[in-house]
């Protein structure tokens, strides 16, 4: 399927597309989420404040000889109550309504989420492997921000190496191929189970199912095709790598193989990538 095969690792990258970098706020942002797993609830002095569980008492209008108690998430349920609750202490009186009316209730408790600072004693608790101290953690968070962010270059990468790739390649004509044909009849019945879901005929269906809205009958088979042979190609090319290094998949549906050969050839390609993508850490 292909004649002479451009090799991928002669494309030229825009080197902001080698350049990325994490940041204090990001790394933060990741500690302070591992510490959150340690979130106690404590009694909280001074006003109430959005987050905090308020505990309220207050006679009941039937019986005043028996106090009722209500429990109110300040900011969460965004209710008539919570709403006056803010800047409150404990001991201060406040109306609530209840039942219809307007009661007269008091401040009990005020209980606050509180996220501890991390310690080496809740590092060891994460249970992450080799991660043993905040020194180590802070490693091991930016190593997942730093592929994080890997990716996302990629993402750019790839679209540059692909019509790389696609146009320096010299393929055989894939229209007659057997992959091509099972593409494309994958395709057309993705686009006939879109008609019968939405009462069209087939013709008038394949512009909203392809995404293109406004096109004639005859540009969006074209574009079909051109589709179709785009992704023989990616196919060929993940085929080829695959080949190279005695990579093989199971047996499975033409369509589906000629996938799992792009989704190869991209990881191909990222991880040829990936290493020269300079991550700066803060």
């Known amino acids: 399927m292909i004649k002479k095969l451009y090799d991928f690792r002669q494309t030229e990258i825009p080197a ?3 350049q990325a970098e994490v940041t204090r706020e990001e790394l933060d942002g990741e500690l302070f989420r591992a510490a959150t797993r340690f979130t106690d609830i404590v009694a909280a002095e001074g006003p109430v404040e959005n987050g905090d569980v308020v505990k309220l008492a207050f006679s009941d209008p039937q019986n005043c000889d028996q106090q009722k108690l209500v429990y109110a998430n300040v900011g969460k349920d965004f209710d008539d109550m919570e709403a ?4 409150l202490c404990v001991g201060d009186g406040v109306k609530i309504p209840y039942g219809g009316k307007e009661v007269e209730a008091s401040v009990l408790a005020i209980k606050r989420l509180q996220v501890p600072a991390l310690t080496d004693d809740h590092v060891m608790k ?4 080799q991660v043993e101290n905040l020194a180590q953690l802070e490693e091991h968070l930016f190593g997942k921000l730093a592929e994080g962010q890997r ?3 990629f993402r750019g990468i790839m679209g540059i190496v692909s019509k790389a790739m696609m146009e320096k390649t ?5 229209e007659n191929h057997s992959w091509y044909q099972a593409l494309h009849k994958h395709m057309m019945g993705r686009v006939e189970g879109f008609a019968a879901q939405a009462g069209l005929s087939v013709e008038a269906a394949m512009p909203v199912a392809l995404r293109m809205d ?3 009958l005859e540009e969006c088979r074209q574009a079909l095709k051109a589709m179709c042979i785009e992704r023989a190609r990616q196919g060929a090319l993940g085929q080829h790598y695959a080949q190279e290094k005695g990579v093989t998949f199971p047996e499975m549906d033409t369509a589906e193989l000629v996938g799992e050969y792009v989704d190869y050839l991209n990881q191909v390609v990222y991880e040829y990538f990936a290493p020269k993508i300079q991550v700066s850490r803060p």
Not at 126 to 129: N, Q, S, Y
Request: net charge positive; charged share 35%.
């Open 151 to 153: 990716k996302r270059k």
């Open 84 to 87: 006056r609750l803010p800047g």
């Open 16 to 18: 902001a597309l080698l």
């Open 126 to 129: 994460l249970g992450i492997a």
């Open 214 to 216: 406004g096109k004639s």
């Open 170 to 174: 010299e393929f055989e004509d894939l």
